[in-house]
């Protein structure tokens, strides 16, 4: 049962890491905004799909942003109350580490179950659904950029196309004209038909063109090549940048990297189990580095604590590679963080329960 203490100390915090979360949510969205903004822009996906793309990518995030607005919110909330006095009165009046734990630890319970779902289970759906919408908007972007009736360039400024319509259907079109200059000469191509296809695994994009010719050679000479075709492929983009083996990992659900279960797939499921530990450990490190003199207001300790973050995060992803590739496990980062806000405790209370018994023999 909480007390009056208690529970105050859990409001002011819930406060104030309510506050951080969603300052934090908010840098978040306007980062990817921009980036899914630029990306419609230059016709990679269609503007119809950048606000699914946001929201499934910032679902994504919350793994970051929950741990990292707790930390910080335990911080504010304690500095607070350094500063105003109410911790040293709360000491004089009994006040021990564990009773001050025990506010944050209901609070940090519940960030862990939160996190444990997100790095179980829905993190690794909403970033297989954002990889899936990302391949599908790439796949119709060229066409659904396209305007009956207007030029667009593509294959890095080499070529230009020209579609004079789209079929009912939305995905197939009509009187293609497409050429290309090279140093060889240039190529001209018209056809009846066309359809934007995505190469699976590399990310080209293709035109299929069906019914048409092919007219080759160098402008001012007579030597031209006419090639009639009845079906044709045209490269309108290079592979795209994989993301990597990492990225396909943090995709798979639980039951196919158990399935997989090679040094990689336990990397990545050790990593989705260490998130929920990730805020204990930070809380275990939070109340020890908030301790500061009341004079020296409430964020004071702040810099330190993103430090601190910071410095962790980098571990436990330098940890993941090393178990990735089969050297140490990924536990010693949780472990060393246990570790340090021991040592801190130790030092803050530890050294004053001594000294207060020291001052009682006398």
């Known amino acids: 049962m909480l007390g009056v203490f208690d529970r105050y100390v859990v409001r002011q915090t819930a406060l104030a890491w309510t506050g951080v979360g969603l300052v934090l949510i908010l840098i978040v969205v306007v980062n990817r905004f921009a980036v899914y903004l630029g990306q419609a822009a230059s016709g990679e996906i269609p503007a119809g799909g950048t606000f699914a793309l946001l929201g499934l990518s910032t679902l994504g995030l919350l793994e970051i942003v929950i741990p ?36 944050f630890a209901l609070l940090a319970i519940i960030a862990a179950l939160v996190l444990a779902g997100l790095a179980l289970y829905v993190s690794p759906w909403a970033k297989a659904t954002v990889h899936r919408l990302e391949n599908q908007a790439r796949a119709t972007a060229q066409v659904s950029v396209l305007v009956p009736g207007r030029f667009k360039s593509f294959a890095g400024g080499t070529g230009v196309f020209y579609a004079g319509g789209i079929a009912s259907d939305g995905h197939t079109l009509t009187h293609i004209y497409a050429e290309m200059t090279s140093e060889g000469g240039t190529a001209a191509i018209v056809a009846k038909r066309g359809r934007v296809v995505l190469v699976p695994g590399t990310g080209e994009r293709h035109l299929k063109l069906e019914d048409g010719a092919r007219y080759a050679g160098v402008p001012g000479r007579l030597d031209w090549t006419v090639t009639r075709f009845k079906h044709a492929d045209l490269l309108i983009s290079p592979p795209q940048n994989s993301s990597g083996k990492e990225t396909d990992l943090d995709r798979m659900t639980i039951p196919e990297l158990l399935a997989r279960n090679d040094a990689p797939a336990r990397a990545a499921l050790a990593w989705r189990i260490a998130q929920p530990f990730t805020v204990l450990v930070l809380i275990l490190i939070a109340v020890p580095l908030a301790h500061t003199r009341p004079r020296r207001g409430r964020y004071a300790r702040l810099v330190p ?3 601190i973050f910071i410095v962790y995060f980098n571990l436990l992803g330098v940890a993941r590679v090393w178990m990735a590739r089969g050297h140490l496990p990924l536990w010693w980062v949780p472990a060393l963080g246990a570790l340090v806000g021991g040592i801190l405790l130790w030092r803050q209370y530890g050294r004053r329960r001594r000294a207060s018994g020291a001052r009682d023999d006398r």
């Open 68 to 103: 990292v607005s707790l930390f910080l919110a335990v911080m504010l909330t304690l500095g607070r109350l350094y500063r105003d006095g109410e911790a040293p009165v709360a000491w004089a009046c009994g006040l021990t580490p564990a009773r001050l734990y025990r506010p």
């Open 305 to 307: 604590a993103i430090l």
